[in-house]
C-alpha cells in the first residue's frame, strides 16, 4: 500500500509563514507529479501548487511569489513554503501524488488526510 503523511499546518498570523512537508511510504516504483491541494468548506479541492519528478513547478495566480513548493525524489517527500500568508489561504491543505506502484502498474493519484491551515487577520 501507500501512504501519505503530512505535517506542518497550524494556526498562524497574517504576514507569517508556515512550512507544509509530506512523505510517501509504502511499495512505490515511481513518483510522477506531486502537489498540493487546497479546500475550504462548501468548495472543491483546488490545486495551490505542483512540481513534476524533474523539478518543474506550477503555482495558482494567488500563490505565486509568496509560495514555494520543492520535493526531494530520494526521500519521496514534496514541501511547500508558504510566506506572507493572508486570511484567504486559510484551507484544508491536501499532499496529492501520481504514483506508479510497479513497473506494469497504471499510475494512480494519491492523497493525503489533509492539514489545517489558519491564517488569523
Known amino acids: 500500500q501507500v501512504q501519505l503523511v503530512e505535517s506542518g499546518g497550524g494556526l498562524v498570523q497574517a504576514g507569517e509563514s508556515l512550512r507544509l512537508s509530506c512523505a510517501a511510504s509504502?511499495?512505490?516504483?515511481?513518483?510522477?507529479?506531486m502537489g498540493w491541494y487546497g479546500q475550504t468548506p462548501g468548495k472543491q479541492r483546488e490545486l495551490v501548487a505542483s512540481?513534476?519528478?524533474?523539478?518543474?513547478?506550477n503555482y495558482a495566480d494567488s500563490v505565486k511569489g509568496r509560495f514555494t513548493i520543492s520535493r526531494d525524489n530520494a526521500k519521496n517527500t514534496v514541501s511547500l513554503q508558504m510566506n506572507s500568508l493572508k486570511p484567504e489561504d486559510t484551507a484544508v491543505y491536501y499532499c496529492?501524488?501520481?504514483?506508479?506502484?510497479?513497473?506494469?502498474?497504471?499510475?494512480?493519484?494519491?492523497w493525503g488526510q489533509g492539514t489545517q491551515v489558519t491564517v488569523s487577520s
Open positions: 496529492n501524488a501520481e504514483i506508479q506502484r510497479r513497473v506494469y502498474f497504471p499510475p494512480y493519484n494519491y
Open positions: 509504502g511499495s512505490i516504483f515511481r513518483i510522477n507529479d
Open positions: 512540481v513534476t519528478s524533474s523539478g518543474s513547478a
